[in-house]
């Protein structure tokens, strides 16, 4: 799907023709079905003015001249009016139901491409852009956009009724129909000046009600944070300080709307004043029938609702144009990840992982990870180990192609990641995070994601992640709800369910970034002896020196670049740098010990 964004400054109104236009293109049935049945209701409604002239001359005025009427000239009027009532019911819900259908298809379709677009998107770039904005995009963005759908049909449907009323007024008395037609200019520099005082507010408000949701969804996501720390009158201001800056334009918008639309009710029946004025002099005059000045006051009436009509369609452009331009932002973003047609095996034996001279940058100046390269060979184990921000949580997400490097390539028994076809990479290796995501689903529902897997495939996955026990004790045991987050379970707990999520799928390699640091550590030991029997390339994100000790082989980073590769007792021995890190809790507890007895001799000297 293509879209283009109508360009802003051409103007609102042609800016917001062009966003109806795509939904016409898209939806051009279901826009000719309900045009069709608002040129209906035009018609009719137009034929209504027909039918009350004709009964004004042909019913009404004999009927007091003569003094009586007869029975044939009240059942035509009756059946003619009744007629055109029913015609006009089968526009209405024709206009009605397409204008429906058409909209809610559109909002339904942006929402498919803008979600789809997010998925296809990498991670770089949703870094860049808040969860707020990206909810308003698909949500509050998309449902302004095709607003003005809802109108359209109508107002489409009334501009030929106007232009009907419009011929027939003239056919009846073209100098009434000159002097009502004179509110026309008036309307249309009324509509003019709306624009030009709404479209800066609608584009403001639309922008806060991304912030507004931005905030609420910080403040939810932290909520632990504001809650331990007594931050709630905090988060309150600044949700109150964005939502009160939301209220103030949105209200100020009111107000030009609150404006605009009395004067678009009142410029037509002014004309109606001015042509009954006119009319009821032409006719003392000799020179029209009453009929006339009855049919051109009533058609001034029905083409004042088409002057509405339009009016509410150009009154949705702003929000609209602002909505699309937001939403275009989000389909017309590039760094999506390109995909080639390679595959490989997705069962078997561990992965053979190669990395090769790979660099990344978030910041231009300064790269994170530079000419980083390693190999590790089938169903063997290695730690990552470094310092904070040598790069290692970076490594793990271009190991699993989370994003793509800025040089270098990393491969999988062979093959650049950047070649393999959609779908390859997650069927062959999975990713294990520091930081766990449980859904308010059951533990079945957060280990299977919804794939096919057996009961004993899932208790296999529990066991080999230590979770199997704890799960059992659970009162539904596999059905226990966990809720939002797994709240109800402990860290450890989320961690080694996260595991089992991924061991469940069998990968041939699994890329773990610190992903036992709340379990302790006579459970970590039993997870990675466990592990060893899996039969998966093992990377992982390593800290405690019992879990780097049961590597086959450690990589060594500092400052973005491999420091030293080999097994833990090499680098130890000749790696003063390695050493001083993995040794470093059990040194500073050494020194606290030094410090207690000294303390406790000077102590006792002293007595």
């Given amino acids: 799907m293509t879209s283009r964004r109508p360009v802003a400054s051409a103007g609102t109104i042609r800016d917001g023709f062009a966003v109806l236009w795509v939904a016409i293109k898209r939806e051009p049935w279901i826009f000719t079905l309900s045009t069709l049945g608002s040129v209906l209701f035009g018609a009719l409604t137009v034929a209504?003015?027909?039918?009350?002239?004709?009964?004004?001359?042909?019913?009404?005025?004999?009927?007091?001249?003569?003094?009586?009427?007869?029975?044939?000239?009240?059942?035509?009027?009756?059946?003619?009016?009744?007629?055109?009532?029913?015609?006009?019911?089968?526009?209405?819900?024709a206009r009605r139901l397409g204008a429906g259908i058409m909209q809610y298809r559109m909002q339904a379709h942006y929402r498919r491409a803008v979600t789809r677009q997010y998925l296809r998107l990498p991670m770089s770039w949703h870094q860049q852009h808040p969860t707020g904005q990206l909810l308003s995009n698909a949500n509050a963005d998309v449902e302004a956009a095709w607003a003005p759908i809802a109108p359209l049909p109508m107002a489409v449907g009334t501009v030929a009724m106007m232009v009907i009323a419009v011929v027939q007024?003239?056919?009846?008395?073209?100098?009434?129909?000159?002097?009502?037609?004179?509110?026309?200019?008036?309307?249309?520099?009324?509509?003019?000046?709306?624009?030009?005082?709404?479209?800066p507010l609608i584009t403001r408000a639309q922008a806060l009600r991304a912030e507004v949701s931005e905030v609420a969804h910080e403040s939810f996501d932290g909520a632990?944070?504001?809650?331990?720390?007594?931050?709630?009158q905090e988060e309150t201001a600044r949700f109150a300080a964005k939502a009160h800056d939301l209220r103030d334009v949105a209200a100020r918008a009111g107000k030009v709307r609150a404006a605009f639309?009395?004067?678009?009710?009142?410029?037509?029946?002014?004309?109606?004043?001015?042509?009954?004025?006119?009319?009821?002099?032409?006719?003392?005059?000799?020179?029209?029938?009453?009929?006339?000045?009855?049919?051109?006051?009533?058609?001034?009436?029905i083409v004042a609702f088409p002057i509405r009509s339009l009016g509410w369609l150009v009154g949705e452009f702003p929000r609209s144009v602002v909505g699309f331009q937001r939403v275009g932002s989000v389909l017309e973003a590039t760094g999506e990840m390109v995909y080639g047609d390679r595959r490989i095996a997705v069962t078997g034996d561990g992965a053979r992982l190669e990395v090769s001279h790979l660099a990344y940058r978030?910041?231009?100046?300064?790269?994170?990870?530079?000419?980083?390269?390693f190999t590790v060979e089938p169903g063997r184990t290695v730690a990552v180990v470094g310092a904070t921000a040598s790069g290692k949580s970076t490594l793990t997400t271009l190991l699993v192609r989370l994003v793509d490097p800025d040089e270098g390539a990393v491969?999988?028994?062979?093959?650049?990641?950047?070649?393999?076809?959609?779908?390859?990479?997650?069927?062959?290796?999975?990713?294990?995070?520091?930081?766990?995501?449980?859904?308010d689903?059951?533990?079945?529902?957060?280990?299977?994601?919804?794939?096919?897997?057996?009961?004993?495939?899932?208790?296999?996955?529990?066991?080999?992640?230590?979770?199997?026990?704890?799960?059992?004790?659970?009162?539904?045991?596999?059905d226990t709800r966990l809720g939002e987050r797994g709240a109800t379970l402990s860290g450890g707990q989320r961690q080694r369910l996260s595991l089992a999520r991924a061991l469940v799928r069998r990968p041939r390699l699994l890329v773990m970034d610190d992903a036992t640091s709340?379990?302790?550590?006579?459970?970590?030991?039993?997870?990675?002896?466990?592990?060893?029997?899996?039969?998966?390339?093992?990377?992982?994100?390593?800290?405690?020196?019992?879990?780097?000790?049961?590597?086959?082989?450690?990589v060594y980073l500092r400052n973005g670049r491999v420091a030293d590769h080999g097994t833990h007792p090499e680098l130890l021995s000749r790696t003063p740098g390695y050493a001083d890190l993995v040794n470093a809790y059990e040194q500073a507890a050494a020194e606290r010990a030094a410090e207690t007895e000294a303390g406790e001799g000077e102590e006792v000297t002293s007595r």
């Fill in 362 to 373: 978030y910041d231009a100046d300064q790269p994170l990870l530079d000419d980083v390269s």
């Fill in 518 to 554: 709340a379990v302790d550590p006579e459970v970590e030991a039993r997870i990675l002896a466990a592990l060893q029997d899996f039969g998966a390339t093992i990377l992982v994100v390593a800290y405690r020196k019992a879990t780097i000790s049961l590597a086959d082989e450690v």
């Fill in 48 to 93: 209504d003015a027909w039918v009350l002239g004709w009964a004004t001359d042909n019913v009404v005025l004999p009927a007091f001249d003569e003094g009586v009427t007869t029975t044939g000239g009240l059942v035509t009027v009756l059946a003619l009016f009744v007629g055109v009532a029913l015609l006009r019911a089968v526009g209405i819900v």
């Fill in 169 to 199: 007024m003239f056919l009846a008395d073209s100098v009434m129909a000159l002097v009502g037609l004179l509110v026309f200019p008036l309307v249309i520099v009324a509509n003019i000046a709306f624009q030009r005082l709404q479209s």
């Fill in 411 to 439: 491969r999988i028994d062979g093959h650049d990641l950047r070649e393999l076809r959609s779908g390859t990479l997650a069927d062959s290796m999975a990713l294990v995070g520091q930081h766990t995501f449980l859904f």
């Fill in 441 to 478: 689903d059951t533990v079945r529902g957060n280990v299977t994601l919804g794939a096919d897997f057996d009961d004993d495939e899932i208790w296999e996955a529990l066991r080999t992640a230590q979770a199997d026990g704890f799960v059992a004790a659970l009162p539904d045991g596999l």
């Fill in 224 to 232: 632990l944070v504001v809650k331990t720390l007594g931050r709630e």
């Fill in 261 to 301: 639309d009395p004067a678009l009710e009142a410029l037509p029946n002014l004309g109606v004043l001015a042509v009954l004025s006119v009319g009821v002099l032409r006719v003392l005059d000799g020179q029209t029938d009453p009929g006339d000045v009855v049919t051109v006051a009533y058609l001034l009436t």
